[in-house]
């Protein structure tokens, strides 16, 4: 009954550094998501997947990329953080319907020093 | 006009209370409208979908106005576990396999 699962759950770089954020759901849903969630900015998309090897930019997809090898993994990666890039990440499935119903992950809190 | 907008709040009532809330939203072709709940510090979770002909769960009623192109959220005798951030959701923006998120507005019950 895990849902949708986000490691880490919190993580604090330095500016330069790297790092890959993992996003794992379990209930076969096509469609992946990754969101950023800033004070006063509300949920907004990165990246998103609408199936198994394939990705597609969201709002805010500068600084970040992504890959979808496995249908139930959506990784996020920061290839060089920077400060402007902390921030609550929020990983979300959904069917492949047009409902499109969309479970949240737990959220990562990254820091950029 | 922004894609999804909401007032941001708070909305203070006490307990019992009715409250009501609302989210606009600027494409014409929008499908599917949803609210989701976000408690402080964690994620949203799905608080109801929203038909055409309005539902109703419990203390809760949504309802959707095409023609002015909003959202509600009616939420009955207030608890203080309502307290929240309330988001709306909207398809369509990007394709039909996104969903555009308003800010959320804060609700705040009190005793």
């Known amino acids: 009954n895990a849902g949708v699962t986000q490691t880490p759950k919190f993580r604090v770089l330095k500016t330069g550094q790297s790092m890959t954020l993992l996003c794992a759901q379990d209930m076969n849903h096509e469609y992946m998501y990754w969101y950023r969630q800033d004070p006063g900015m509300g949920l907004r998309l990165i990246h998103y997947s609408v199936g198994e090897g394939t990705t597609a930019k969201g709002e805010v997809p500068d600084g970040y990329n992504v890959s979808r090898l496995k249908k139930q993994n959506f990784l996020l990666g920061l290839e060089s953080a920077a400060p402007s890039q902390t921030s609550v990440y929020f990983c979300?499935?959904?069917?492949?319907?047009?409902?499109?119903?969309?479970?949240f992950g737990a959220g990562t809190r990254l820091s950029v020093l | 006009r922004k894609e999804v907008e909401q007032d941001p709040g708070p909305f203070n009532v006490p307990e019992g209370a009715t409250v009501a809330f609302n989210c606009t939203y600027s494409?014409?072709?929008?499908?599917?409208f949803f609210w989701y709940r976000q408690d402080c510090r964690k994620e949203p979770k799905l608080l109801m979908s929203v038909y055409s002909s309005g539902n109703e769960d419990g203390r809760f009623t949504a309802q959707l106005n095409r023609a002015s192109q909003y959202i509600s959220l009616l939420i009955r005798d207030s608890k203080l576990s309502d307290s929240a951030t309330y988001l709306c959701?909207?398809?369509?923006?990007?394709?039909?396999?996104?969903?555009?998120f308003g800010k959320g507005t804060m609700l705040l019950v009190s005793p």
């Open positions: 979300a499935s959904s069917l492949n319907t047009a409902k499109n119903i969309q479970y």
């Open positions: 959701a909207v398809n369509g923006n990007s394709g039909y396999s996104t969903l555009t």
């Open positions: 494409n014409s072709a929008s499908q599917s």
